[in-house]
C-alpha cells in the first residue's frame, strides 16, 4: 500500500498518561497535515510541515500536544498528560506541494484514541 | 479565520433521486474548494474539486457549482445508488504557494434509501 499510514489504528489510555503516534506520508510528498476529528464534525486542522519545517499551528494545539518530523518524511504526534476531552479521530494527511497545481490532501486511515 | 457551514447535517433520498448538499464559506481569499466522502470507519477522500476561477464542475453522476460573489458552492449527486451512501465534507481552502490551509465542514450525513 502506497499511501498514508497512520499507526496505532486504535489506542486506549488513561487520563494523564502521554501517547504518540506515528504517520508515513506518501514518499514524494514533502507537505504533512495533521487533524482532529470528532464524532458528527469535518476534521480540525491541527498543524502542518513543509519537510521537516512546522510551519502552521493551530491554536487548538495547546502546550500538551508537540508534533515532529524530524527528516521530513514520518510524523509523530505525541499528546501530554491526556485528557477525556483528547478522545477522537487523529488524522495525518500529505500532498505533493507543487506550487504550480491545487495539491490534493491524501489521508491515512486515523488513529482512534480513547481516554479513560 | 475561515468558516465553512454545510447543510444539511442529514439527508434522505430515495435510491435514483437527486441529493444536493450546500455550503457556504467567509473568506472571499479561499481559492480551492474540495468534497470528501467518508464511509463509516474509512478515511476521507476526495470525489471532486472545484477551483475560484470555474464556476461549475462535472464528474459523470456528481458535479460542483460555486458562486464566489456569494461565497456558496454545492455539491449535486444525480441518480443515487446505496453505495453513495456516506458522510460528505465540503472544505474551502486558502491557497498560498505550496501551502493549502483547508477548512472543512461539518459534514452531510447522505442515506440513499433502496
Known amino acids: 500500500d502506497t499511501g498514508v499510514s497512520q499507526d496505532p489504528r486504535h489506542k486506549i489510555t488513561k487520563r494523564g498518561q502521554n501517547v504518540t503516534f506515528r504517520c508515513d506520508p506518501i514518499?514524494?510528498?514533502?507537505?504533512l497535515y495533521w487533524y482532529r476529528q470528532t464524532l458528527g464534525q469535518g476534521p480540525e486542522f491541527l498543524t502542518y510541515?513543509?519537510?521537516?519545517?512546522?510551519?502552521?499551528k493551530s491554536r487548538l494545539l495547546s502546550d500538551r500536544f508537540s508534533a515532529e518530523r524530524p527528516k521530513g518524511s514520518f510524523s509523530t504526534l505525541e499528546i501530554q498528560r491526556t485528557e477525556q476531552g483528547d478522545s477522537a479521530m487523529y488524522l495525518c494527511a500529505s500532498s505533493s506541494g507543487r506550487t504550480d497545481r491545487y495539491n490534493e490532501q491524501f489521508f491515512g486511515p486515523g488513529t482512534r484514541l480513547t481516554v479513560l | 479565520g475561515e468558516n465553512v457551514e454545510q447543510h444539511p447535517s442529514t439527508l434522505s433520498v430515495q435510491e435514483g433521486d437527486s441529493a444536493v448538499i450546500k455550503c457556504t464559506y467567509s473568506d472571499s481569499a479561499s481559492n480551492y474548494f474540495p468534497w470528501y466522502k467518508q464511509e463509516l470507519g474509512k478515511r476521507p477522500q476526495l470525489i471532486i474539486d472545484?477551483?475560484?476561477?470555474?464556476g461549475e464542475k462535472k464528474d459523470q453522476r456528481i458535479a460542483v457549482t460555486l458562486n464566489k460573489t456569494a461565497k456558496h458552492f454545492s455539491l449535486h449527486i444525480t441518480e443515487t445508488q446505496p453505495e453513495d451512501s456516506a458522510v460528505y465534507f465540503c472544505?474551502?481552502?486558502?491557497?498560498?504557494?505550496?501551502?493549502?490551509?483547508?477548512?472543512f465542514g461539518t459534514g452531510t450525513k447522505l442515506q440513499v434509501i433502496p
Open positions: 472545484i477551483r475560484s476561477n470555474v
Open positions: 514518499s514524494e510528498h514533502n507537505r
Open positions: 472544505a474551502a481552502t486558502l491557497r498560498s504557494g505550496g501551502y493549502q490551509k483547508v477548512t
Open positions: 510541515f513543509q519537510n521537516e519545517a512546522q510551519l502552521e
